[in-house]
């Protein structure tokens, strides 16, 4: 079967940075995305790896290992507005996105 | 209208009604989709549509159908609603270039669904 795995939660100090990592097994890959999601809202988009390497955008970076199944996503100087989820979603070779449950980041003062 | 936009915003519902979730997008993507989020799970494909007049099966499409009948209009329907269909929906969109780009899915504000 197709899998995501990330972890439930995490916590974090402002002004620090934190690496959230997504494991996945997926039949075929088109594609890893990172979203983003608000408690009570939806989720909007963060980033997207194709090739393996660093993708930065600002504060935020994700990092793809295609080989070993393995992404990402960093965030650097820690913000309280960053307390989220974070979602990881592969693209498979049916073109639709499988989705993990997402990580639950608290940003403490 | 900016963007994606759902109704009704939230519903509580009676076990065995019908049910229409409404989305509607002005971004002139081609691709659209319904998920469902459940606690402690991922996002769950319903039914996508990648061009106005087909649809398509996603992962959890039992009970539920859709149609396509332009590029703007997606709605979802629960024929005869039970209590596990009560989630979060959410519609997103995509442009459906399949030319090596991202074709990223843009996401509507949800639908928060109760079925008592």
């Known amino acids: 079967g197709q899998n995501i795995d990330q972890p439930t939660e995490m916590t974090a100090t402002e002004g620090a940075i934190v690496q959230i990592n997504c494991t996945y097994q997926?039949?075929?890959?088109?594609?890893l995305f990172w979203y983003q999601q608000h408690a009570g809202e939806a989720p909007t988009f963060l980033s997207y790896?194709?090739l393996d390497g660093l993708e930065e955008k600002g504060r935020f970076s994700s990092f793809l290992s295609r080989s070993k199944g393995y992404s990402y996503l960093l965030l650097k100087e820690l913000q309280m507005k960053d307390s989220a989820s974070y979602l990881c979603a592969v693209r498979d070779s049916n073109y639709q996105l499988i989705w993990g449950a997402g990580t639950k980041l608290i940003i403490k003062p | 209208i900016a963007g994606i936009t759902q109704a009704p915003t939230s519903q509580i519902l009676a076990a065995g009604r019908r049910m229409t979730l409404r989305c509607t997008q002005d971004?002139?993507?081609?691709?659209m989709y319904w998920y469902r989020q459940d606690l402690g799970l991922g996002l769950r494909l319903i039914h996508y549509s990648n061009t106005a007049g087909t649809t398509g099966k996603g992962e959890v499409p039992d009970g539920y159908s859709v149609s396509r009948a332009n590029t703007d209009d997606f709605p979802l329907t629960l024929a005869s609603a039970v209590p596990s269909q009560t989630s979060v929906y959410f519609c997103a969109t995509s442009s459906g270039y399949r030319d090596g780009g991202a074709d990223t899915q843009y996401f509507g504000p949800g639908t928060r669904l109760t079925v008592l």
């Open positions: 997926t039949s075929g890959f088109n594609g």
């Open positions: 971004m002139r993507h081609n691709a």
């Open positions: 790896n194709v």
